[in-house]
């Protein structure tokens, strides 16, 4: 006979993030329930096939015209004639008279700014190694304020501008120095990061892990390929948001998670949650007067596409910052639901459905924390300028700089909260519907 508090078992798994299956979850589940199975899928695919095709349709009604290449910006790192970017690899330092830059800036070396062991940054020459050779050493003056934030250090790569070759340059002739920095060569350090994360990924996950990054690769063809042009062309945000995010949901998940009956719940609340977070977030942006004018880029932004609307940008944001978070709990949930069912085939609907929210309220209290530090790490530099702000901690989180932010923690937050007991009790009630009669079920599960 199965254990008396038999759903208690699956909640000693705790929070977990994409709870993996059991290796016969889906056999006890479905194993004489063929009947019932055909059910449920044949009501799954009358939901989700006019559902798919309903997407497909409104992408190619929402699909970019194309006007929006003729935008462009001009290449930040784009040089022009006489001028010639310079790779290269730091080989020595040399010390120079700041000038009119000496006690512009100052930072502690043993103690706070203002002790007496506080002094001016340093300011020096790199004296770099050009790529490829055949190119006497540059000197390439450090900014100060790149010295105020990081010492470069013999072995660091950097770009510059190599000006020698306008009218009047003559490198090393004294004076103004023919070289111009522009900024670190980070392309080594980011390919290792990321290589060093897909190994760890599959190594932990498998094919899995390495289904779910490729999953990831076709995400950001989405939001580049479709919903970045035509929220560049002006399209609808909210249409364009719910559309292409439904779509990276209904791509990712069975592409990472595989075609089952599980996948498909988890999709569905998905699905479920991203509506409710599409209602909330066309209120909020509206209630809030989130104007998206909150850094340099919103502005650059209306200036190359002013008929692009920046609240309606905000609106599209809110959509796409909840996905991960959102697509996170409710496989959580689904997988969860899906091993207490077959840990205990005898649990009636009712306790399943109490031992899967146990497992979301878990969920949900450390999600609301990870929401908030993940903000609050990512824009450190801007809540600590406004800490320093002369005024109230309320009006503080009034500003514009950081109610936009808040409003999408709260938005995405409700989304995902109310997500987690909707996928719970469509769980429910697909491994219910598909489970074999108890008496059928294969002994190692009833005698477990």
Same mark, same amino acid.
């Given at each position: 006979?199965?254990?008396?508090?038999? *759903?208690?078992?699956?909640? %000693?798994?705790?929070?977990?993030?994409?709870?993996?299956?059991?290796?016969?979850?889906?056999?006890?589940?479905?194993?004489?329930?063929?009947?019932?199975? @055909?059910?449920?899928?044949?009501?799954?695919?009358?939901?989700?096939?006019?559902?798919?095709?309903?997407?497909?349709?409104?992408?190619?009604?929402?699909?970019?015209?194309?006007?929006?290449?003729?935008?462009?910006?001009?290449?930040?790192?784009?040089? $022009?004639?006489?001028?010639?970017?310079?790779?290269?690899?730091?080989?020595?330092?040399? *010390?120079?008279?700041?000038?009119?830059?000496?006690?512009?800036? %100052?930072?502690?070396?043993?103690?706070?700014?203002?002790?007496?062991?506080?002094?001016?940054?340093?300011?020096?020459?790199?004296? #770099?190694?050009?790529?490829?050779?055949?190119?006497?050493?540059?000197? #390439?003056?450090?900014?100060?304020?790149?010295?105020?934030?990081?010492?470069?250090? #013999?072995?660091?790569?950097?770009?510059?501008?190599?000006?020698?070759?306008?009218?009047?340059?003559?490198?090393?002739?004294?004076?103004?120095?023919?070289?111009?920095?522009?900024?670190?060569?980070?392309?080594? *350090?980011?390919?290792?990061?990321?290589?060093?994360?897909?190994?760890?990924?599959?190594?932990?996950?498998?094919?899995?892990?390495?289904?779910?990054?490729?999953?990831?690769?076709?995400?950001?063809?989405?939001? !580049?390929?479709?919903? !970045?042009?035509?929220?560049?062309?002006?399209?609808?945000?909210?249409?364009?948001?719910?559309?292409?995010?439904?779509?990276?949901?209904?791509?990712?998940?069975?592409?990472?998670?595989?075609?089952?009956? @599980?996948?498909?719940?988890?999709?569905?609340?998905?699905?479920?949650?991203?509506?409710?977070?599409?209602?909330?977030?066309?209120?909020?942006?509206?209630?809030?007067?989130?104007?998206?004018?909150?850094?340099?880029?919103?502005?650059?932004?209306?200036?190359?596409?002013?008929?692009?609307?920046?609240?309606?940008?905000?609106?599209?944001?809110?959509?796409?910052?909840?996905?991960?978070?959102?697509?996170?709990?409710?496989?959580?949930?689904?997988?969860?639901?899906?091993?207490?069912?077959?840990?205990?085939?005898?649990?009636?609907?009712? %306790?399943?459905?109490? $031992?899967?929210?146990?497992?979301?309220?878990?969920?949900?209290? $450390?999600?609301?924390?990870?929401?908030? !530090?993940?903000?609050?790490?990512?824009?450190?530099?801007?809540?600590?300028?406004?800490?320093?702000?002369?005024?109230?901690?309320?009006?503080?989180?009034?500003?514009?700089?950081?109610?936009?932010?808040?409003? @999408?923690?709260?938005?995405?937050?409700?989304?995902?909260?109310?997500?987690?007991?909707?996928?719970?009790?469509?769980?429910?009630?697909?491994?219910?519907?598909?489970?074999?009669?108890?008496?059928?079920?294969?002994?190692?599960?009833?005698?477990?």
């Amino acid at each position: 006979m199965p254990p008396e508090h038999g *759903p208690e078992v699956g909640h %000693e798994h705790g929070h977990g993030h994409g709870l993996p299956a059991g290796p016969g979850a889906d056999e006890a589940l479905t194993g004489a329930g063929g009947s019932g199975r @055909r059910r449920v899928v044949i009501a799954l695919a009358a939901i989700l096939g006019p559902l798919t095709v309903v997407l497909i349709a409104a992408m190619i009604a929402l699909w970019p015209s194309g006007s929006h290449q003729e935008l462009s910006l001009a290449d930040p790192y784009g040089t $022009s004639q006489g001028i010639t970017m310079v790779t290269g690899t730091v080989t020595g330092l040399q *010390p120079r008279d700041c000038g009119p830059e000496a006690g512009t800036l %100052e930072t502690p070396t043993g103690g706070m700014a203002g002790d007496p062991s506080a002094a001016q940054v340093a300011c020096v020459d790199a004296v #770099v190694d050009p790529d490829g050779g055949g190119t006497d050493s540059a000197v #390439v003056p450090i900014p100060t304020s790149i010295s105020a934030s990081m010492d470069v250090e #013999v072995g660091d790569r950097l770009k510059a501008l190599d000006l020698s070759a306008l009218p009047g340059g003559d490198a090393g002739a004294g004076g103004e120095s023919d070289y111009v920095f522009v900024d670190f060569e980070r392309t080594v *350090p980011v390919v290792v990061l990321a290589l060093l994360y897909a190994l760890v990924v599959v190594a932990v996950a498998r094919w899995r892990g390495l289904r779910a990054i490729v999953g990831l690769g076709l995400a950001f063809t989405v939001l !580049f390929g479709f919903m !970045f042009p035509a929220l560049l062309e002006g399209g609808p945000p909210l249409w364009i948001g719910l559309v292409g995010c439904c779509l990276i949901m209904l791509v990712v998940l069975y592409f990472a998670h595989g075609f089952s009956l @599980r996948t498909t719940t988890a999709l569905l609340g998905t699905l479920i949650g991203l509506a409710l977070t599409a209602v909330l977030a066309l209120w909020g942006t509206d209630a809030a007067y989130l104007t998206g004018l909150g850094d340099e880029y919103s502005y650059i932004l209306a200036t190359v596409a002013p008929e692009v609307r920046l609240s309606g940008i905000v609106l599209c944001g809110l959509l796409v910052a909840g996905l991960g978070v959102l697509n996170d709990v409710t496989i959580t949930q689904a997988s969860a639901v899906w091993e207490l069912q077959a840990a205990n085939p005898a649990v009636s609907k009712r %306790e399943l459905f109490a $031992s899967g929210m146990r497992i979301g309220r878990d969920h949900i209290a $450390s999600t609301v924390y990870t929401i908030a !530090f993940a903000y609050a790490g990512a824009a450190l530099p801007v809540l600590m300028v406004v800490s320093l702000y002369d005024r109230s901690l309320w009006d503080t989180l009034m500003s514009g700089e950081l109610v936009e932010e808040i409003v @999408r923690i709260l938005v995405g937050s409700i989304g995902l909260v109310l997500a987690i007991p909707i996928t719970t009790g469509i769980a429910v009630a697909v491994a219910k519907s598909v489970a074999a009669p108890v008496s059928q079920a294969p002994a190692s599960k009833v005698d477990a």
